[in-house]
């Protein structure tokens, strides 16, 4: 079966955002390059050369991936129409990411137990990236 992970795009603060998810998450990172230290990347303007060209956070059974946006790319948009949910076991563990996740961001739903039977909340983190947290509750 497919795996189906998320890459999120940035505009120029990568590094600070994935330094950010890592502290929620932990872990390590499992790759982490720099468009400058890309082979054949010689010739990239020098502004860019800092910015990452790839980063891997291995998170449960997936892995959250994430680049800085190159002008080389076309236009950077960034909607609303996605969000990154996250399914975890317990309510402690939903309230801890919940609380890592949402400094100095937006909360839009606060968690709470809802009508279809889980622990659910929404937020947009302070990077503009949008966050669902789900944790399924067992019947009685």
Not at 3 to 31: H, L, M, P, Q
Not at 54 to 77: E, K
């Amino acid at each position: 079966m497919a795996t189906v992970n998320n890459y999120i795009n940035f505009d120029g603060n990568c590094a600070e955002a994935f330094d950010f998810y890592k502290a929620a998450f932990g872990g390590e990172f499992s790759n982490k390059m720099k468009f400058g230290e890309a082979p054949g990347m010689e010739g990239v303007p020098a502004e860019l050369k800092d910015r990452l060209m790839h980063v891997a956070l291995p998170v449960g059974n997936t892995v959250l991936m994430g680049s800085d946006w190159s002008p080389q790319f076309g236009p950077m948009v960034r909607g609303n129409s996605f969000a990154v949910s996250i399914q975890t076991e317990t309510k402690p563990e939903a309230d801890a990411l919940f609380k890592a996740l949402t400094i100095s961001g937006k909360v839009t739903m606060p968690l709470e137990n809802t009508f279809w039977g889980a622990y659910f909340g929404m937020f947009t983190d302070k990077f503009g990236i949008n966050w669902m947290i789900n944790c399924e509750q067992k019947k009685a």
